[in-house]
């Protein structure tokens, strides 16, 4: 046995395989600490930042995983919390981690910055591992480093909530590694075993429980286990693969349904919702996003190649929508095809190193691609950063083509790839510091595309929260300008507007607004809303009942018609409203306590008390709204026991609601009298 120099960076293994020895090489200890700090340093200075961006509501403010019960909490909640609005997403293996070093740091930022360098630190390994078993030593290690290096993982590492790629990841690569060991530990007609295919569905389904975009891993390791080898040796069959690993492709669909069940139990559903679709392609057909991410091919391959400009956001004026083919787009398919026939070429001749690193990147960014399913980004650095392990896997093979040319070609080559490992870590360096800060984090992004509404919009919300409301408000300003027709951003920006004293300016708004998106119930009950506040109840009046067609604020706009008729002072149009909103939804039990309340001030406590019932009936009321109504209703009919019972109820639910007091003064008066 031959013991291996303690700086030697590789060592010879035999693996039996087909019932024949095969030489591999395999990473020394000093080879992956040299990847770990390469992948770390650049990262160092993150340990001083704090919370940033995403981080805030998924980490720093979701109370709901501070708590040690949030380690279970985390595998019954959506990603986003719910005061965020939907997003469509289950993560709950990162939520689990989140919450674990929340609890194990107390929340320090520092602990959850070391875990992002870690876990990269460790991906980097990991894919050095993966490397090595079809690419000589000396040229997995050099790409490797230039992986470790690269500036596309910035937003993975440096934003906390990034890290859910390099789980994913992680996650992945030792899928591919368990099931590939089967593969070869397996005797020529024998199949995986139940014990190494149930332990890759788990790592199956922890890649899932990371990111969604783990959903294609299965058809990723067929192609790994088909193709990464080094040439030479008798690859498998397409027919051998599938048949041999049939336990563990049945394992990962039982581990995938399971997911699924899990996902729409949590979420309710299957697909992500309307309002978390990217804007750009927001009502967009599968061939209109097509064409638009098709001719964002060159910037995605600009990206994976050579990522010299990078940016926290990318928006519809940087990956512009097309409705139909364009020049970029027709070359851009173009492009591709001519690199998949070569691929395939290759393949016939005996290496399919190439074909696997292709379909490796065409994988792995497949679900966040918005070709199948639209998302929630246009584009995003961090989605590419599982593909960019196929790219190293591609520029590795072309750099071990070199070792049958001559010895200065080589030479050239590795200084050019050390040359490019150090300026991707400078570079790296460089680009985390954008990360430090909310402020520098999206200027760079105003800086990157000065026509993006986001990043005006994301900063104004950061310096809001910071107290500076004045540049908060322009801000916004500059963001809606660019983007007016954006729903979201034109209601928050009325609603700040209002706030400031610019109740016309945010009259406008909403009225251009509504006019822009002529379905939207929130747009019109705001702009009715804001109508009321300064053109007075008449205006009002005028609007809702003068309007011919279809409301899109549906029976909601008799609650704003009846605040203006209670600022007229006439009850009785007030109670004749909810009864029309009552009417036109039955079912909405908001209405009825509406209803019921009118009728209780019109002192028709009959009635009243049999609206409040039905709204009771549909569990969906709040329950100190309920009894605390229940006890006026009650006290004006002589029912002073009811009343007390029903008050006792409202303060057993919410004892620090001054507002109740006013009812134990009632009940005091009624005693008296």
């Known amino acids: 046995m031959t013991v291996p120099s303690p700086f030697a960076l590789f060592e010879r293994r035999s693996v039996r395989a087909d019932g024949d020895a095969l030489d591999d090489e395999k990473p020394t200890g000093l080879a992956m600490l040299l990847v770990a700090l390469v992948a770390v340093a650049p990262y160092l200075a993150t340990l001083r930042y704090g919370f940033v961006y995403d981080d805030g509501p998924i980490i720093a403010d979701n109370v709901a995983l501070h708590a040690p019960a949030g380690l279970l909490t985390a595998w019954r909640v959506a990603y986003w919390p719910p005061e965020w609005g939907r997003a469509g997403l289950f993560r709950p293996v990162v939520q689990f981690l989140y919450s674990l070093i929340w609890n194990v740091s107390g929340g320090a930022p520092w602990a959850f910055h070391l875990y992002a360098v870690l876990l990269y630190a460790a991906c980097a390994i990991a894919v050095l591992v993966v490397l090595a078993r079809a690419l000589p030593g000396w040229a997995a290690l050099l790409v490797a480093l230039l992986f470790a290096a690269d500036p596309l993982h910035v937003e993975s590492v440096a934003n906390i909530a990034g890290s859910a790629e390099i789980v994913a990841a992680l996650a ?8 590939s060991s089967a593969f070869a530990q397996a005797s020529p007609s024998g ?32 192609l790994f286990l088909w193709g990464w080898h080094t040439p030479g040796k008798e690859p498998p069959s397409v027919r051998s693969v599938l048949v041999r690993g049939w336990r563990a492709w049945a394992a990962c669909v039982a581990a995938l349904a399971v997911m699924i069940a899990a996902r729409g139990a949590v979420l309710g559903g299957f697909s992500p919702p309307r309002s978390a679709v990217a804007v750009g392609l927001d009502g967009e057909t599968l061939a209109q996003r097509w064409w638009t991410m098709s001719a964002a091919w060159p910037r995605v391959a600009h990206l994976l190649v050579w990522p010299s400009t990078l940016s926290m956001h990318y928006g519809p004026t940087t990956v512009i929508p097309y409705h139909a083919i364009t020049a970029v787009a027709a070359v851009a398919i173009v492009a591709a095809v001519a690199i998949l026939v070569a691929a395939l070429a290759l393949a016939r001749l005996g ?34 950063y599982f593909s960019s392990v196929g790219m190293v896997m591609a520029a590795g093979w072309l750099l071990a083509r070199t070792e049958a040319m001559p010895a200065r070609v080589r030479r050239a080559s590795t200084a050019i790839v050390m040359a490019m490992m150090l300026v991707g870590t400078v570079a790296t360096a460089r680009r985390a510091r954008v990360w430090s800060s909310e402020e520098r984090l999206f200027q760079s992004g105003i800086d990157f595309d000065s026509d993006a509404f986001y990043p005006y919009w994301q900063l104004a919300r950061s310096v809001g929260r910071h107290g500076d409301n004045g540049r ?11 983007y007016p027709e954006g729903e979201s951003l034109a209601l928050e920006y009325a609603q700040h507007l209002r706030v400031s004293d610019r109740g016309e300016d945010a009259l406008l708004v909403l009225r251009d607004v509504s006019i822009a998106k002529p379905g939207s119930q929130a747009d019109r009950l705001a702009y009715l809303d804001a109508l009321l506040e300064r053109r007075g109840p008449d205006s009002v009046i005028d609007a809702i ?9 549906g029976a909601l706009r008799f609650v704003v018609l009846a605040n203006a008729y209670e600022k007229l002072g006439r009850p009785d149009s007030v109670t004749a409203t909810y009864a029309r909103a009552v009417a036109e939804d039955a079912g909405d039990p908001g209405l009825r306590y509406a209803y019921a309340r009118a009728l209780h001030a019109s002192h028709r406590d009959g009635e009243a008390q049999r609206q409040l019932d039905s709204a009771a009936t549909s569990g969906a009321m709040p329950v100190v709204a309920r009894y605390s109504l229940q006890a006026r209703i009650s006290l004006a009919r002589g029912d002073s026991a009811g009343a007390r019972q029903a008050l006792g109820l409202a303060r057993a639910a919410a004892p620090a609601d001054t507002a109740l007091s006013a009812l134990d003064s009632m009940l005091a008066a009624a005693a008296r009298r």
């Not at 992945?172 to 099931?179: K, M």
């Not at 199949?191 to 890649?207: E, K, T, Y």
């Open 472 to 482: 908060g408000l322009a801000l916004l300003g500059q963001a809606y300008r660019r």
């Open 351 to 384: 290496d399919r190193r190439p074909l696997v690193a292709i379909g490796w990147i065409t994988l792995a960014y497949l679900a966040a691609s918005n070709i199948l399913v639209p998302t929630g980004q246009l584009l995003a650095e961090r989605t590419l």
């Open 545 to 553: 009942e003068g309007r011919h067609g279809s409301e899109p604020a």
């Open 191 to 222: 199949n995986v075993g139940w014990r190494p295919a149930l332990a890759s569905a788990a790592l199956f389904a922890i890649a899932l429980g990371a990111k969604e975009s783990a959903a294609t891993l299965p058809a990723l390791a067929a």
């Open 172 to 179: 992945s690569i030792a899928f591919l590694l368990v099931l």
